[in-house]
């Protein structure tokens, strides 16, 4: 493949484009899913393919197709030239590219037992248990478990001399239960919601998550809720689960800081973003102890990879430290406009898809405290615990998020559940009101499988280090 | 473009080889380019030529499933093989019956040469076309310009032969100055039926009327829906309600509703995979002709949709709405949703309003906080505007909504004679079409900076 590339992308020099590169990549998927005792999805997908993008005349093209054979390859690169002789007819100004050591290098991302080599059946059987389990009181309408597995090979070669293969795997499980008692429907899920957690991991990964041990606790929790009180509409001191966090991390600053998003070239589809360049280490995004980094590097977390899909190594990158603004998410095109080389995180959803810029392992800081003593201190409040609801503006402003469920917190103690707890806020008003993060004893980076964005649609498996943390005087409901 | 006959030649060469008792070959292929331009410049402009191949095989109620993306005949036999492997460690499916006989499904046109024709330098030149219009008011374009053909494929080996060449085009126009933004849409199967320039200006004039923006406080509003607002609610409505899974896990605010009042009376809704109205597709992915199938008529809830699993199950048939053998754990879902068209205009509504709230759009909409209850939450964005006295007043500031799609269309004082196609994240294949609705109420709870 190497060969077949370095073909192209000289004929592609000898049309004098200021750059090229080509992308390879097989990926393999294996998804099962167990519904109520039937195992309602057993499939495998392969798909392989070309990817070429080139910077001509200053304006870029791109075109892909699902064929290696040179002769393909080289009329995908003709397709991309073109294209990019058609963009720049309408261009405003030339793409000018940060400066970048051309690696050759190979990555494999971590794996002890390779997921695709573990018997299905072996697979498919602990999924039925949990379903069974779930499903062992008569008030469980649905029981679903699931596991998805990837497997990629990617190469990237460029004009420039790059020459980088990689090979990663990518595991992930969850499961839920569906209660209902003629009248009310409530959800539990483990170990997150949205099928589960994920990590750039072997199969060993979903044997360390000890999934059967949390299906009774998830079943009742599932119940207990269908009779719990609807959370009340209020303002209160809150603490939210690492989960959730992961999930705020993600909607409120991981994304507003991807460049592209804030230079305006996502704007017609997932929006802008209020951190502007004018409030680089300026805006005080947050309080002194809140301090958000990208770090593509975590081994094993769903985010991480050796090289970003326009050869970038792999790194971390602070965001907000003691609560500033100090970084964005940056690729070799947008990077300059703040003077800065890519931080590595261009990514694409597979060879037919541009890379743009993406999250990669967004984490918050663990801070000092433990989890009993913060919810004793807190005295009064409430324990906002999984992810079900996520909405936020197209600015990355004012978010609404939901949960699972939430609990009281009354004398210091966690108390009765409420169902349906929503909370709402301005982002930067919101994070300034935190004053107590959990300790690493309660970090865990937790793999996000579904990010979307970008025309045609991208979904990026994506991840976020965090530990339960405080706000103060949140507006929880939407009534009052 | 390989065509109908290769295709299924080349389909029944691959079967033959097959043990299964039955065996299912679906194919979808697509030649696609989508240009994309922000601050009045291209940025990004794409193409792709992409096909996926998934085979289903059936071993008495086993069933195991494959997909590859090369038509080679080595990658296609390789892929049945590894769905033969599959299906050995499956289950038995008590609700599967089998794949389908062949039936008789509608001729719908679903194929313009122009679009499918349409180069990158004729999107650019559109494009040119539309900065030009943004330009000339001080405004600056954002959106996406899309073009392509494709085709679909159902073969069995029960004798099941569908087959449907398509085109699609669309384009999205955001115009934007410093303090507002305006919105314009356009999806068809023929592209001679999109005029970028005619777009461009809808979008400026909105941006234009929604600068400097007011704030106005949350609170319970009379508000108009534009067809594109409507949309992204009933994209939601759909994905929580109007599929077999959320219907038979009880999730679906229709699950214990059938027959009784959800909705006003002038409200009614339905699937049509056969309306080229729509993006019609006149089979599902099973290759079942697709019915009609009403969700809610004149407010009473009617029914979801089906494919041949979740139909047995539910003691009932198919209604032509499968989705392809890897995704049909999450059940059968409508892709061509129609909302019925009232007899106002958009400005007849406008004008009968005292006080309330003109929505172009939506953004971020989730529908996970009460599913029985339809309780939805979003943002607006890209041109919302008060209403006084009938006449549109100025821009305010975005607001966020949350609210129960039931109680709040159990309001509707108005619905347009007129209606769009809009597009979705399903758009190859089917959008959703829609009116303007004017409600008498609708419950803002929060609000942005902008």
Known sequence: MKNKFGNVLDWLKSKSVEYADCRYVRAEKESIRVTDGIVDTLSRDVDVGVGIRVLYNGAWGFASMASIKESDIKKTANKALQTARASASAKKDNVKLAGQEAFKDYYKSPCEKDPFLVPVDEKIGLLLEISDRLKS????????ASMDF???????????????????????????????????????SYPNSHRGDYATRGYEFIEEMHLLDYVDKTREEAIELLTAEVCPDTEAD????????????????????????????????????????????????????????????????????GYDDEGVKAQRAPI????????????????????????????????????LIRMTNINLEPGEWELDDLIADTGSGIFFDMNKVWSIDDRRLNFQFGVECAREIKDGKLGRMFKNPLYTGMTPKFWNSCDAICNKNH?????????????????????????PARFRKVKVGVSK | MIGKDKLFSTFEKVAKSSRADETEIVFIGNTSGLTR????????????????????????????????????????????????????????NKYFIGLPEPADYAEV???????????????????????????KRKFTCAGSFSSGDGEIAVFNTKGVRCYQPVTSASINIIAMSDTSSGFAICLSRNIDNIEPPALADIAVEKAFR???????????????????????????VNYIGLGSKSFLDKTSFLSENIGRKVMSDSISFYDDGTDPEGIALPFDFEGVPRQKVYFVEKGVGKGVVFDRTAGNRHGVGSTGHAVTADEQGEGAIPLNIFIDTGDKTREEMISSVKKGILVTRFHYINGFIDTPKAVLTGMTRDGTFLIEDGQIKHGIKNLRFTDSILRAFSTVKGISRDRRPIPSWWDAVGCLVCPTVHLGSFKFTGTTDF
Not at chain 1, 169 to 183: H, M
Not at chain 1, 284 to 290: A, K, L, N, Q
């Open chain 1, 137 to 144: 009181n008569e008030l469980i309408k649905t029981a679903e």
């Open chain 1, 150 to 188: 990837f497997k990629t090979n990617k190469i990237f070669c460029s004009t420039e001399g790059a020459e980088i293969e990689q090979d990663i795997i990518e595991s992930g499980s969850g499961y839920s239960a569906i209660a209902f008692d003629g009248n009310e429907v409530q959800k539990r």
């Open chain 1, 238 to 305: 809150i603490i939210i689960c690492g989960s959730q966090m992961a999930l705020q991390v993600h909607e409120s600053c991981g994304h507003p800081s991807e460049l592209d998003r804030v230079l305006g070239t996502e704007i017609s589809l997932a929006g802008g973003s209020f951190m502007q360049i004018e409030g680089l280490n300026d805006l005080i995004y947050g309080s002194p102890i809140v301090n958000i980094y990208a770090d593509a590097t975590i081994p094993g977390a769903l985010g991480s990879f």
């Open chain 1, 320 to 355: 907000i430290q003691d609560g500033i603004h100090v970084g964005y998410l940056t690729s070799r095109e947008t990077a300059p406009v703040i003077g800065q080389k890519s931080n590595g995180t261009m990514r694409a959803d597979g060879w037919n898809r541009l890379p």
């Open chain 1, 443 to 467: 970090w865990h980076v937790w793999g996000v499988p579904n990010c979307g964005k970008g025309e045609p649609m991208q979904t990026a498996r994506v991840a976020h280090g965090a530990a």
């Open chain 2, 37 to 92: 331009f922000a601050n009045s410049t291209i940025h990004q402009n794409v193409n792709e030529t992409n096909a996926k191949i998934l085979f289903r095989v059936v071993f008495g109620k086993k069933i195991g499933v494959a997909a590859t993306n090369s038509m080679a005949i080595n990658d296609l036999r390789a892929t049945l093989k590894n769905a033969i492997e599959i299906a050995k460690y499956q289950k038995d």
């Open chain 2, 109 to 135: 046109d679903t194929y313009f040469e122009n679009t499918a024709n349409y180069t990158p330098k004729e999107r650019a030149r559109m494009v040119k076309k539309v900065f030009i219009r943004g330009n």
């Open chain 2, 210 to 236: 929604s600068k400097k923006p007011k704030p106005l406080p949350p609170g319970d509003y009379e508000v108009i829906l534009e067809p594109s607002a409507i949309a992204e609610i009933f994209e939601w």
